[in-house]
């Protein structure tokens, strides 16, 4: 079992990558279950943390074999909820992020604000 999350920020045209293999996927939850409550006290988060935290609802839905329209528009709808937390980011324009989950196809899902 692997996790490749790879994202690409429009506003510093930088690719990112987290990577969370066998051993480390509960470490993965734990760090989405702070996320997590960040967000619900209403505590400004980094992007790399919000795209933790959506990845990890669209890790969950690939798994469970969800069509990619739905997990397309959950990720979209859970980063919009959320992108008002964001610290630095005030010229952000477009976020690419791909999934790769185990052996499942590649998702990518974008987000334009």
């Known amino acids: 079992m692997l996790i490749h999350i790879k994202y ?7 690719f990112k990558e ?21 967000i619900m006290d209403k505590q400004s988060i980094s992007l790399e943390q919000l795209i933790i935290f959506c990845s990890f609802k669209s890790i969950k839905k690939i798994r469970s074999r ?12 859970e980063f919009y909820k959320n992108k008002s937390r964001l610290i630095n980011f005030k010229n952000l324009k477009t976020i690419t ?8 196809p590649k998702n990518v ?3 334009s604000i």
């Not at 987290?18 to 960040?38: P, S």
């Open 8 to 14: 690409f920020n429009s506003e510093n045209s930088d």
């Open 18 to 38: 987290i990577q969370v293999g066998d051993r480390k996927e509960n470490a993965f939850k734990i760090i989405y279950q702070i996320i997590n409550q960040k």
């Open 66 to 77: 969800i069509n990619y329209q739905e997990i397309q528009n959950e990720s979209i709808k």
């Open 97 to 104: 992020m791909e999934l790769i989950v185990d052996d499942f």
């Open 109 to 111: 899902i974008n987000f």
